[in-house]
């Protein structure tokens, strides 16, 4: 059995539980204090690492009696952050060993705040530990570091799910779960359910076996100039178009992008339209918030009409070498918009969706244009 000491995140007990795979009931844990050393916040990630430091004192958990399978599972969680076991002696006079971060991993900033943190990212780091935990005797360290981004990424999307709008008179019965396995998991992922569900008439169905892509949250921003009366769109190759063997797997869509942790929809939006395009927002305006395909998908859409300033040398390629992006811009005058979108030429859901919206609101739009540079148009 062994003594370990959490300075940082594994302070907040849900998580301790996440990690554990058991109640804060049977987790032997009390408040102690390791001296000469400081917690502090990294420019990596919404996470402390302990560093010497004379004279300072860290606040924490000593949790005690630890099994191996619960350094096990502690290893596996801690070791996508880098972190080590070393031998500590705490203010106490009790003997603990703390996860230390390896040398020149993660940039030291200011004090680490649990109390910020938890307001901040306790939620999604809960969700984020739920899937790494599960992969807990099937993947290693190194597989489970190379996914994290996005795990993270999927947590972030449940944690925007928690505040979705829409629902209103809809059914709000009752949702059992039986069982859920992982059949895939890479940069996207696979579940497969057992679940039965309350139905209309008040009963619950049979058991129902379904499976579900498991995506992220996304921004998608039409880029829409009200004084020269043009939209930017871009064109990249899209996967779902080979795979269906379409014969034009380049498409025409809005600028898009995931929503990163911590992100919020309108602040994606506005780093997609840099990155993808090269351009810069003046203002958004929301179009809906909907599920790409809400049978079989939990991919979630938060769609914009970005007013922006569109001269003709707005075009170009674009994208991020990182992500291996491809992307071309174009612009067309919403005259030739309506006229691809009318003779179903857009094959792309959010695409129409957005200028449909825009030729309800382009009127109203139109009237206050954002400041733009008039050229050749």
């Not at 940082?8 to 001296?35: K, N, S």
């Not at 996914?147 to 629902?167: D, E, L, W, Y």
């Not at 898009?256 to 395009?277: M, Y």
């Not at 030429?345 to 030729?359: E, R």
Request: with cysteine.
């Amino acid at each position: 059995m062994k003594n370990l000491f959490f300075y940082g995140t594994l302070r907040h007990v849900p998580l301790l539980e996440i990690v554990l795979g058991r109640a804060a009931r049977d987790i032997e844990f009390t408040p102690e204090y390791l001296q000469d050393h400081a917690a502090l916040a990294v420019a990596e990630g919404p996470f402390p690492c302990v560093v010497t430091r004379a004279g300072a004192v860290t606040n924490g958990l000593l949790v005690e009696g630890l099994s191996d399978t619960d350094i096990a599972r502690l290893d596996f969680y801690e070791g996508s952050f880098a972190y080590d076991l070393r031998d500590v002696t705490l203010a106490g006079g009790q003997s603990a060993q703390v996860y230390f971060p390896a040398p020149g991993v993660w940039t030291t900033g200011d004090p680490w705040d649990l109390a910020e943190w938890e307001n901040d990212w306790a939620a999604l780091s809960c969700f984020a530990a739920r899937e790494v935990m599960d992969y807990f005797g099937k993947y290693t360290v190194e597989q489970v570091a190379k996914m994290f981004p996005m795990i993270r990424t999927r947590a972030a999307a449940m944690v925007n799910a928690a505040q979705s709008k829409h629902g209103a008179g809809t059914l709000h019965g009752a949702i059992d779960v039986q069982r859920i396995d992982r059949a895939y998991t890479n940069y996207f992922a696979l579940n497969e359910y057992q679940l039965r569900h309350e139905r209309f008439d008040g009963t619950m169905s049979g058991v129902l076996e379904r499976a579900v892509f498991v995506a992220s949250d996304a921004a998608l921003v039409l880029p829409y100039d009200p004084l020269r009366d043009r939209v930017m769109v871009v064109e990249q190759v899209r996967m779902g178009a080979i795979a269906r063997g379409d014969r034009s797997v380049w498409q025409f869509e809005p600028i898009a992008g995931r929503v990163d942790p911590g992100e919020t929809p309108q602040q994606a939006a506005h780093r997609e339209a840099a990155e993808e395009a090269g351009i810069t927002l003046q203002s958004l305006e929301p179009v809906a918030e909907v599920y790409a395909s809400p049978g079989d998908s939990t991919e979630f859409f938060y769609i914009y009409v970005g007013l922006a300033d569109l001269p003709d040398k707005a075009t170009g390629v674009g994208g991020l070498d990182t992500e291996d992006e491809d992307i071309r811009s174009h612009l067309m005058s919403f005259d030739d918009l309506m006229a691809m979108v009318d003779t179903q030429q857009a094959a792309n859901a959010p695409l129409v969706m957005a200028a449909y919206w825009l030729a309800r609101h382009r009127d109203r739009l139109r009237l206050v244009p954002p400041k733009a540079t008039p050229n050749i148009t």
